[in-house]
């Protein structure tokens, strides 16, 4: 069991690095120091931004889930 959670993990893990650096920079921080407070809005989210939120947090549930999911396996 702990080698499976410890394999989803690594998995999540390495999506939700590659998801949130997918997404486009809203402006202020960081992202603005490396160009990208240059692009414009055009005052909606597209169809491809709204996926990839949902595929983000649902990712981050299931990184999360498995974080306590271990927690509890190693501690029992």
Do not use: P
């Amino acid at each position: 069991m702990e080698t499976f959670l410890t394999i989803i993990l690594v998995l999540t893990s390495s999506a939700m690095i590659l998801l949130v650096l997918l997404h486009k920079g809203r402006g202020g921080g960081l992202s603005d120091m490396f160009g990208g407070g240059v692009s414009s809005s055009l005052g909606g989210s597209s169809i491809a931004e709204k996926n990839l939120d949902r595929l983000t947090v649902g990712t981050g549930v299931v990184w999360f889930a498995t974080v306590i999911s271990m927690g509890l396996v190693l501690a029992y």
